[in-house]
């Protein structure tokens, strides 16, 4: 994921290595080194056994457990930084047995999604309680991980990192945009990212401003459905799914844009957001954005400060919001200029990196 290898690359006092299941998009991700563990041809089995049968988190196999213990001792590992709480459970095993401290990161749909289970709850517990550190993206998270179990103490806000150089601040006309609103929206398509309630919110906007347009950049399940509600809605020439584009790209977009949309929302399976990438991004270009009060997003967006925040699942309100901020140049202007400061001050890539490390170090010497 492209957050997690900017940061691992944003590291200098500190040398990360790799482990994986696979690699995959090499190009789109140079790095060096990996080590590759596979799955055993048994995998699928091992799973069904623990999940299907026994309704419990698969646990890794005693082959797989030599298998990482001998890479990181090959590689005199210091530290094992897990990515991702579920994927921390799999590999309990291997955090009982190694002598040196672990530390799991949660990044939203892993403090949630499968915790109405009692045996996988009781599971992360177990692991929260063997792991020496959690980092967590938002205090949103930091609280639901506190309710899963664990010790408030081993708690630190990691906040997600931008590469400010990369999305330099750009003013945009707002004056100029009331002939021709461009909306954008960037993400997966994915059931907490809240893209049917922008496309009812943007029909809206298109009864008193006919020439507006929404781009709706990424790749997911939903695509389907969410090109089936456009054609419901008769949005199919006002609204483009440009599916999976390269950042550069994706920046280009935000350049071209007036408003930026994140309306999420908790999914059905408890699903919730950290504080999502896209959103940091578009800020930090100089995009207002508007959002709901949902997950961590209130931790970067102060509402009619930083943006604007309507309730989740609402799309008449987050219609209005953007029909009252069009007539208000002014306004826009303030809140895009305000959360490109946010993000300056606390998502600045190289100042979270340099956070990581330190709390690396703290961990390594134990």
Same mark, same amino acid.
């Given at each position: 994921?492209?957050?997690?290898?900017?940061?691992?690359?944003?590291?200098?006092?500190?040398?990360?290595?790799?482990?994986?299941?696979?690699?995959?998009?090499?190009?789109?991700?140079?790095?060096?080194?990996?080590?590759?563990?596979?799955?055993?041809?048994?995998?699928?089995?091992?799973?069904?056994?623990?999940?299907?049968?026994?309704?419990?988190?698969?646990?890794?196999?005693?082959?797989?457990?030599?298998?990482?213990?001998?890479?990181?001792?090959?590689?005199?590992?210091?530290?094992?930084?897990?990515?991702?709480?579920?994927?921390?459970?799999?590999? &309990?095993? !291997?955090? $009982? @047995?190694?002598?040196?401290?672990?530390? *799991?990161?949660?990044? +939203?749909? /892993?403090?949630?999604?499968?915790?109405?289970?009692?045996?996988?709850?009781?599971?992360?517990?177990?692991?929260?309680?063997?792991?020496? &550190?959690? !980092?967590? $993206? @938002?205090?949103?998270?930091?609280?639901? *991980?506190?309710?899963? +179990?664990? /010790?408030?103490?081993?708690?630190?806000?990691?906040?997600?990192?931008?590469?400010?150089?990369?999305?330099?601040?750009?003013?945009?006309?707002?004056?100029?945009?009331?002939?021709?609103?461009?909306?954008?929206?960037?993400?997966?398509?994915?059931?907490?990212?809240?893209?049917?309630?922008?496309?009812?919110?943007?029909?809206?906007?298109?009864?008193?401003?006919?020439?507006?347009?929404?781009?709706?950049?990424?790749?997911?399940?939903?695509?389907?459905?969410?090109?089936?509600?456009?054609?419901?809605?008769?949005?199919?020439?006002?609204?483009?799914?440009?599916?999976?584009?390269?950042?550069?790209?994706?920046?280009?977009?935000?350049?071209?844009?007036?408003?930026?949309?994140?309306?999420?929302?908790?999914?059905?399976?408890?699903?919730?957001?950290?504080?999502?990438?896209?959103?940091?991004?578009?800020?930090?270009?100089?995009?207002?954005?508007?959002?709901?009060?949902?997950?961590?997003?209130?931790?970067?967006?102060?509402?009619?400060?930083?943006?604007?925040?309507?309730?989740?699942?609402?799309?008449?309100?987050?219609?209005?919001?953007?029909?009252?901020?069009?007539?208000?140049?002014?306004?826009?202007?303030?809140?895009?200029?305000?959360?490109?400061?946010?993000?300056?001050?606390?998502?600045?890539?190289?100042?979270?990196?340099?956070?990581?490390?330190?709390?690396?170090?703290?961990?390594?010497?134990?």
């Amino acid at each position: 994921m492209l957050h997690i290898y900017r940061q691992i690359t944003a590291l200098e006092r500190c040398r990360p290595v790799v482990i994986a299941q696979k690699r995959e998009q090499a190009g789109r991700y140079p790095f060096d080194p990996i080590y590759i563990a596979p799955k055993p041809a048994t995998h699928f089995l091992r799973r069904f056994w623990f999940r299907q049968l026994r309704d419990v988190p698969w646990q890794i196999s005693d082959r797989e457990l030599r298998m990482l213990q001998s890479i990181l001792s090959k590689i005199d590992a210091r530290l094992l930084h897990i990515y991702f709480g579920q994927i921390a459970v799999h590999l &309990l095993p !291997l955090i $009982r @047995s190694w002598k040196k401290s672990s530390i *799991v990161s949660f990044h +939203g749909a /892993d403090v949630t999604v499968d915790m109405n289970k009692p045996a996988y709850r009781e599971t992360t517990r177990q692991m929260l309680g063997a792991v020496k &550190l959690v !980092l967590v $993206r @938002s205090e949103s998270l930091r609280r639901a *991980v506190i309710h899963l +179990g664990c /010790d408030e103490r081993k708690i630190e806000i990691q906040r997600t990192g931008i590469p400010l150089n990369e999305f330099p601040f750009r003013e945009r006309n707002f004056v100029a945009a009331a002939t021709e609103w461009r909306f954008v929206q960037a993400g997966r398509l994915i059931e907490k990212k809240g893209l049917p309630v922008t496309l009812r919110a943007f029909a809206l906007f298109l009864r008193q401003y006919p020439n507006a347009n929404l781009t709706i950049a990424g790749e997911g399940p939903l695509l389907g459905q969410l090109q089936n509600l456009a054609g419901e809605l008769n949005l199919n020439d006002r609204v483009s799914f440009t599916g999976f584009i390269s950042q550069e790209q994706l920046r280009e977009i935000y350049y071209a844009s007036h408003i930026f949309l994140h309306p999420s929302q908790k999914g059905h399976d408890g699903n919730q957001e950290g504080i999502p990438n896209s959103m940091l991004e578009a800020m930090a270009s100089g995009l207002p954005v508007f959002a709901t009060h949902h997950g961590g997003i209130p931790e970067a967006i102060q509402n009619a400060i930083s943006g604007v925040l309507v309730p989740e699942g609402d799309h008449e309100k987050l219609a209005a919001a953007l029909l009252d901020a069009a007539q208000d140049p002014g306004f826009l202007s303030r809140i895009a200029l305000n959360g490109a400061e946010i993000v300056r001050k606390n998502f600045d890539l190289r100042a979270q990196a340099q956070r990581l490390e330190e709390i690396y170090l703290r961990a390594i010497r134990g």
